[in-house]
């Protein structure tokens, strides 16, 4: 394809090392193509990963970013979904196969084709990899663009996109309403989306941490109780309590004291470690109680903007600090020490310092 875009961006050539500025290609905008000029983008454990090539298979040069808010400036033909001027955002996907059964039924998320990463993906258009929001403009098919709600403050609703929908999808998932008892383990980006989606959708909710210093913030944030998992007669006290778990610690750890916490039927669901648990997993609790162990990612279009809905209209938005793009070498080695409440959102208009 001629005349691509040539993009300022911010990527890693290889796995070590750091960041810096780049220029990337982007598509033209085709006939159902959507372009956005990115006002803010969210910073992701996994845009850390990614970069460092901690999963394998990264393809360099590497440009992270799938927290994306910005304002559209050119759209194709055919699209009807948008004007330019709509406020947009773009989460995790960019595209799937849109054919197959967990597409159909709006799980692009679960595409059994493989979907399509909005970095690290495949651009079918350019047949390179796709790269993410640590740029200035992206271009996506209207179909995994998302309406953001007018009266959401814009710089804090990119980690919605991903810490949000991460732990909304399976609030959803398993059915929490009034009166549900959750817990979420570990209190960092996705934990704290948790507790406040959990608590709005009428749950009583509770923490568990290993840290006492994070009751208060987990108080703050609408828990009820906090559980500190390293004293014996709290997790006793909680034995048989909940009925979902929302584990969102990004490292391996031992969730076996956790299942006795379940009520029978309950389910802890794993959102924040992908990998190998070395611990191995007990089953007399699972099977004496019908307890699940259960993993979940994101949410499909359809979901994400049902969450972003729900966002706006009980104004739930994470807890950020905001950064220039060119603070992000700085702002992943204090993400690797959770040195962040919550969220790092980086603000776009510092490329044009």
Known sequence: MSNNLHIKAFGTPSKDDDLKEMTIDRREVQPKDI??????????????????????????????????????????????????????GVGCLVDSCRECESCRHDLEQYCLNGSTGTYNGRDKYLNQQTFGGYS??????????????????????????????????????????????????????LGHMAIKLARALGAEVTLISRSPDKIQDALDLGAHAVVISTYENEMKAAAGKFDLIIDTVPYDHDINPYLATLNINGTLVLVGFIGKLEDA????????????????????????????????????????EMINIQYINKAYERMLKSDVRYRFVIDMQSFKN
């Open 35 to 88: 372009e956005i000029d990115i006002l803010y983008c969210g910073v992701c454990h996994s845009d850390l990963h990614t970069a460092r090539n901690d999963w394998g298979g990264t393809k360099y040069p590497a440009v992270p970013g799938h927290e994306i808010i910005g304002r559209i400036t050119k759209v194709g033909d055919e699209v009807t979904k948008f004007k330019v001027g709509d406020l947009a």
């Open 281 to 320: 997993l007990s089953t007399p609790p699972m099977i004496l109680g019908r307890r699940s162990v259960a993993g979940s990612v994101i949410g499909g279009i359809k979901e994400t903007q049902e969450m972003l809905d729900f966002c706006g209209e009980h104004n739930i938005l994470p807890e950020i």
């Open 136 to 189: 200035e403009k992206i271009i996506v098919d209207e179909d995994f663009v998302l309406h953001i709600p007018e009266n959401l403050d814009l710089k804090a609703v990119a980690p919605l996109l991903c810490a949000g929908i991460t732990t909304w999808s399976p609030l959803k998932h398993w059915n929490v309403k009034e009166g549900s008892k959750v817990a979420v383990v570990g209190l960092g980006g």
